[in-house]
DNA sequence: GACCGAAAGTGACGCCCCGTCAACTTTCAT
DNA sequence: ATGAAAGTTGACGGGGCGTCACTTTCGGTC
């Protein structure tokens, strides 16, 4: 159904388009998972399609960009969660916690997209990319943010520094929620205390 | 004299060997700092001392492992740093805000190596690797942070989640602090305050 | 339905990097 | 002085890179 609807809205020129798009990005999601970031080539992704190595230049200019691409997917997949959370959210505890433990669910339950978010070399080094759609989950964020200092939930304090830490804390706590095989839950409940009760000591921005 | 010393000490061949891996470490640091980790080959990082091809893998088996020495290199000097501020510290909070000033202090000073430990493509992707010595230098915080809640100063909690936050907070602060040139002392005071505020927060262990 | 121009796909090509290895040079102990 | 061991060298086969001339496919026009 939907693809005759594709097939007349789109004629089969963007149709199939956007499946080869689509089939170099799976491709390139099940090989990166395979062999690590590091180690794959774009030969190695595009022999994982039925397309010739020409075509892959007509989609992506490199493997980076096609590894932009995945992350720009999974924050696709996460951002509404998290946004959901914070709109159902009361007050800043249940910002916070809600949102950890929002993030930590997902990581749990998608560990591949994770790993393959974070490591290169598995094992060995973390990697965190920062594509267009990351970005504007991270201004949503902020913005947030900045609505509970308005609000005086949170001390008027510097939101992109609050805002790092967050992030620094959600990602690298994850990591080891993962490697010691953690609770979300109680993982969750960490890094909400922490803030919980961190938030109220910050300092107050300067003019 | 400290290379006749050496040369007497070592012999010529052990002498020859330690200023070619030298000679490589440092180049690799000056190639790396300007073309980037992910776009530099192992030919460039060759090319930029007197030594053939073969060479290199004399003394390294890849350039990850010329960048895990670069690393390595960091961590040593930074370490002792970090060990003196705790050994000084009086208590928790002497504890963590010297550990918090002394590493953004690094970090200021030292803007290319965090740039080059930190980045694969400028501006855009973020990497951590962990070395040995790396490692060992977060070992001996958590150890200094199980003895801090052995002796009542942090509440029983989860040594590794705490340090986690820590290590995550301070590279993703120390970013924000590049990014945006703040002042090391104000991006300490604001790590400080949210760990010592947060801290008597963190729930209980568990069993 | 035949025709044509544009869009997309193809894979061979030239270039460069990879890691290896046989030949060569240097060191050092005798 | 000498020979064996250690270390250096660069050429080589294998492969990935990005391009481009050529072919195929699509869809609008008559």
Redesign the interface.
């Known amino acids: 159904m939907s693809v005759d609807l594709d097939a007349k809205t789109r004629g089969k020129r963007e149709e199939t388009k956007a499946s080869n798009r689509q089939a170099i990005i799976d491709a390139a999601r099940r090989v990166f998972a395979e062999l690590g970031y590091?180690a794959t080539t774009v030969r190695d992704i595009i022999r994982a399609t039925d397309l010739a190595s020409g075509t892959f230049y007509n989609y992506f200019k490199s493997k980076?960009e096609v590894f932009q691409a995945l992350q720009d997917e999974t924050a696709l997949r996460v951002r509404p969660r998290l946004r959901a959370e914070r709109i159902r959210a009361r007050n800043f505890e249940e910002f916070i916690s809600g949102s950890f433990r929002t993030f930590f669910d997902f990581v749990k339950n998608d560990r591949t997209t994770f790993a393959t978010m974070r490591s290169?070399?598995p094992e060995?080094?973390?990697?965190?990319?920062?594509t267009p759609e990351v970005i504007a989950g991270f201004d949503e964020l902020r913005a947030d943010l900045e609505v509970a200092i308005e609000n005086g939930v949170v001390p008027d304090?510097?939101p992109?520094?609050l805002m790092?830490?967050i992030?620094?804390?959600?990602?690298?706590?994850a990591?080891?929620m993962l490697t010691?095989d953690?609770a979300v839950e109680?993982?969750a409940?960490?890094?909400t205390?922490?803030?919980?009760?961190?938030?109220?000591?910050?300092?107050k921005r300067?003019a």
Do not use: W, Y
Not at 193 to 203: C, D, K
């Open positions: 590091g980076e290169n070399h060995m080094s973390r990697v965190r990319i920062d304090t510097d992109n520094l790092a830490s992030v620094g804390v959600a990602f690298e706590v990591h080891e010691r953690l109680d993982t409940k960490f890094a205390a922490l803030f919980l009760g961190g938030v109220q000591a910050l300092p300067k």
